[in-house]
């Protein structure tokens, strides 16, 4: 199983930038897509997932409003896009990938995913 992340950047506050996690490997409609980051010093924290199959989505509240998840099956991949940015949401970016569940608050724990992409940093200045 491969997650590739792509389309981190540097942008200004209240930009927008989308990012990328292609999977390949096995089939992932079963599964759950996140997207997580972490900050210099602090821990990797929940952004967004969502449940392939049926595109159910969640959000940290910080980023409610402001980021958008979403999949297309045809080409394997999940998105974050992310708009209004802010100084505090730079941090480097990891997509994974986790079995779905009907006890979604373990969608929150990184814990809970099994695969990772590599990181994809995210710089937004004031």
């Known amino acids: 199983v491969q997650l590739q992340a792509s389309g981190g950047g540097l942008v200004q506050a209240g930009g927008s930038l989308r990012l990328s996690c292609a999977a390949s490997g096995r089939t992932f409609s079963t599964y759950v897509m996140g997207w997580f980051r972490q900050a210099p010093g602090k821990e990797r924290e929940f952004v967004a997932a969502i449940r392939w199959s049926v595109g159910v989505t969640y959000y940290t509240d910080s980023v409610k409003g402001r980021f958008t998840i979403s999949r297309d099956n045809a080409k394997n991949t999940v998105y974050l896009q992310m708009a209004n940015l802010r100084p505090e949401d730079t941090a480097v970016y990891y997509c994974?990938?986790?079995?779905?569940?009907?006890?979604?608050?373990?969608?929150?724990?990184?814990?809970?995913?099994?695969?990772w992409g590599q990181g994809a940093q995210v710089t937004v200045s004031s």
């Open positions: 994974a990938a986790g079995r779905s569940s009907q006890f979604s608050s373990a969608y929150y724990s990184p814990n809970w995913y099994d695969y």
